[in-house]
T-cell receptor, first 111, second 116 residues
Framework: GIQVEQSPPDLILQEGANSTLRCNFSDSVNNLQWFHQNPWGQLINLFYIPSGTKQNGRLSATTVATERYSLLYISSSQTTDSGVYFCAVELPGGGADGLTFGKGTHLIIQP | EPEVTQTPSHQVTQMGQEVILRCVPISNHLYFYWYRQILGQKVEFLVSFYNNEISEKSEIFDDQFSVERPDGSNFTLKIRSTKLEDSAMYFC??????????????FGSGTQLSVL
């Protein structure tokens, strides 16, 4: 199946810092989403971004589908940004196979 | 904004008991999914459901698991005889149909299942 690699696995930053999280995938995809899992375990949709660039406040994401990677940028980090960030992709296949998740980047923002 | 709703948020059960996890997908969505996340691990696909039948299922989704859409709004996951290793967060998801590209998948807040 498709491989989804996220880096770095862990990241510790001071409040106010910027960060870039990377997601590499091994095959062409038909969908890519970024999620934030908060300390209560909830998965929060951040971006639906099979290609191109999107911005939402302090967060932005870019997917370069032809080169099989996506980047999530977090600017001016706040302690509430802490948690695990997951990238998930979906193959172009004909079935309703759903998303394949990476292992996530565990982000800790220190005050 | 429409959202996927899951109940209960926490469920504690004894090993060997049956549990039913409930989900109300977004009303105009036609594809439904269950995912599982064991503590500290990544989110894994269990099963997808469309047109009142299973579309795809993973190796995890064995004979102990079943899904049902008993009415026009609910989507349930049943575990017939729970095992300790079924302890996990279970997420329900839904979306509208679409192919190129596939449309966004919306997730519920999850049910934390603890099997004792």
């Amino acid at each position: 199946g498709i491989q989804v690699e996220q880096s770095p696995p862990d990241l510790i930053l001071q409040e106010g810092a910027n960060s870039t999280l990377r997601c590499n995938f091994s095959d062409s995809v038909n969908n890519l989403q970024w999620f934030h899992q908060n300390p209560w375990g909830q998965l929060i949709n951040l971006f639906y971004i099979p290609s191109g660039t999107k911005q939402n406040g302090r967060l932005s994401a870019t997917t370069v589908a032809t080169e099989r990677y996506s980047l999530l940028y977090i600017s001016s980090s706040q302690t509430t940004d802490s948690g695990v960030y997951f990238c998930a992709v979906e193959l172009p296949g004909g079935g309703a196979d759903g998303l394949t998740f990476g292992k996530g980047t565990h982000l800790i923002i220190q005050p | 904004e429409p959202e996927v709703t899951q109940t209960p948020s926490h469920q504690v059960t004894q090993m060997g008991q049956e549990v039913i996890l409930r989900c109300v997908p977004i009303s105009n969505h036609l594809y439904f999914y269950w995912y599982r996340q064991i503590l500290g691990q990544k989110v894994e696909f269990l099963v997808s459901f469309y047109n009142n039948e299973i579309s795809e299922k993973s190796e995890i989704f064995d004979d102990q698991f079943s899904v049902e859409r008993p009415d026009g709004s609910n989507f349930t996951l049943k575990i017939r005889s729970t095992k300790l290793e079924d302890s996990a967060m279970y997420f329900c998801a839904s979306r509208s149909p679409g192919r190129l590209p596939r449309l966004e998948l919306f997730f519920g807040s999850g049910t934390q299942l603890s099997v004792l």
